[in-house]
Nanobody, 116 residues
Framework: QVQLVESGGGLVQPGGSLRLSCAAS????????MGWYRQAPGKQRELVAT???????RYTDSAKGRFTISRDTSWNTMYLQMNSLKPEDSAVYYC??????????WGQGTQVTVSS
């Protein structure tokens, strides 16, 4: 089992920045890769970015150039630095882990609201 707790969400003005954190605990040695998803009201949950055990980062087009995913070397914490935020980035952001066995784990989510 892997437990995930997100933090760092909040209200920010357009063009502002936020840094989300995801604290992982439990069987973190079984993590294959981690990522961030988001879900806006009335929309499906969508991928934002992932980072593999080897450190390979992948971003969706909406996140490229504005968001940066990172993690500490112990896999205890993952981050999502979000810059140049837009109103359409408003959503609940979820931390996600896929284990080496193919099991998915999700955090409870943290709300990000971009509004003036």
């Amino acid at each position: 089992q892997v437990q995930l707790v997100e933090s760092g969400g909040g209200l920010v003005q357009p063009g502002g920045s936020l840094r989300l954190s995801c604290a992982a605990s439990g069987n973190i040695f079984r993590i294959n890769f981690m990522g961030w998803y988001r879900q806006a009201p009335g929309k499906q949950r969508e991928l934002v970015a992932t980072i593999s055990r080897g450190g390979t980062e992948r971003y969706t087009d909406s996140a490229k150039g504005r968001f940066t995913i990172s993690r500490d070397t112990s896999w205890n914490t993952m981050y999502l630095q979000m810059n140049s935020l837009k109103p359409e980035d408003s959503a609940v952001y979820y931390c996600y882990v896929k284990s080496v066995h193919g099991t998915d784990y999700w955090g409870q989510g943290t709300q990000v609201t971009v509004s003036s």
